[in-house]
């Protein structure tokens, strides 16, 4: 089984489906391949996964300048995904998302592949892709009318990481060295960091200290900005100031020990805070396409989190804080609606489905 394109808020979607696959089927062999460069492989490497690269560029929003290198950088993937797939001879794929799975899914279209959508609102790479997989399991029933009625949909909700399941509120704070004595709020703005959520959480930082504990993911671009901004506390704030440039295996410490989320409104919002029961202050993304605004209003619409737009961050961070600090009653009401959307088993789910299309390929063959 070969996994393509596990890029942005696909990657641990998709890791968490190959351990389950590793679980069920433990003779299952995988591959990933994956992009040329960046956070991805080293995600992946850290697991145990095969990882090879290819070359790999987007089409859409791409200037006439860059518009002939990028087609000659898919050209040159579809070559690359040939070598692969004769070499490791799948029986089955296994996509989430990014431009990088475009060539696999192009070299590999006679293959049973499976589409996994882990945001409300489908990118145009999975809209590709999507007309080649066989099946699409869904985070939500909301992504339905996305897809063609003729597609082949599931809803398997998002999967989880195992490791950040096993965390319990006291051992994480415990760990994590949170005093407990005011509400924790976690602030997250993935892996590389969120600078307009960073210079809020700094611009306000005294402020924040007084109402709560503050756990802050800044992202490796914002970490010296963060220990800047923590020797510049008194000692009693900055022993509630727990700044990390980012967190792996921990990173289910930091939700479980949390009261509160503020963050971006990527796919892992919709599985990782419904499993934790985590209500949520979502700051979509602004600059790019309106996934994470879709996400966002999926989770506010159903009661378990509040929306602030990016450009209101700095007037209205502390604000929002302090009026839903005011009322335990709608915080528990947000949480209670977030614990609702958890959908248990969602890796086993996908991995299942994996092992019956790549059973269906051997009983043809």
């Known amino acids: 089984m070969i996994c393509a394109g596990g890029t942005g808020g696909g990657v641990y979607p998709a890791l968490s489906a190959l351990n389950a696959l590793q679980t069920l089927h433990p003779q299952a062999q995988t591959l990933w391949v994956g992009g040329e460069g960046g956070m991805e492989a080293r995600l992946v490497e850290r697991t145990g996964v095969a990882f090879q690269s290819i070359p790999a560029a987007g089409l859409h929003g791409v200037g006439l300048a860059r518009l002939p290198g990028n087609l000659l950088a898919i050209l040159r993937g579809i070559w690359a995904s040939r070598k692969i797939l004769a070499a490791f001879r799948p029986d089955a794929l296994f996509f989430t998302g990014g431009f990088v799975a475009v060539p696999m899914a192009l070299a590999g279209y006679k293959i049973p592949s499976l589409l996994y959508v882990p945001d409300i609102e489908p990118g145009l790479a999975l809209k590709t892709l999507s007309r080649f997989a066989r099946r ?25 990481r195992p490791n950040l399941q096993t965390w319990q509120k006291a051992q994480a704070r415990q760990h994590l060295g949170i005093l407990g004595q005011k509400p924790v709020l976690l602030v997250f703005g993935g892996s590389k960091g969120a600078l307009s959520i960073n210079r809020a959480v700094w611009s ?23 220990q800047q901004a923590q020797s510049g506390l008194s000692p009693a704030q900055a022993a509630l100031y727990h700044p990390y440039p980012y967190l792996h295996e921990d990173m289910g410490a930091a939700l479980a020990a949390a009261d509160l989320a503020l963050s971006r409104a990527g796919a892992s919002a919709l599985g990782e805070y419904p499993f934790f029961g985590l209500p949520a202050i979502l700051v979509p993304y602004p600059y790019a396409w ?14 378990a989190a509040l929306t602030l737009e990016d450009a209101k961050l700095g007037s209205g961070l502390l604000l929002t804080l302090e009026k839903l600090l005011e009322a335990p009653e709608k915080l528990e009401s947000m949480r209670v609606a977030m614990r609702a959307l958890h959908t248990p088993s969602s890796a086993e789910e996908i991995a299942r489905n994996l092992i019956e299309l790549a059973g269906d390929r051997h009983d043809k063959s």
């Open 136 to 160: 699409i399991l869904l985070t939500a029933e909301e992504s339905r009318p996305y897809f063609a009625p003729t597609a082949d949909l599931r809803v398997s909700g998002y999967p989880l």
């Open 204 to 226: 306000n930082l005294p402020a924040l200290l007084n109402l709560l504990e503050v756990i802050h993911i800044s992202g490796e671009s914002g970490w010296q900005e963060a």
């Open 290 to 303: 309106r996934y994470q605004k879709v996400n966002a209003d999926y989770l506010a619409n159903r009661g």
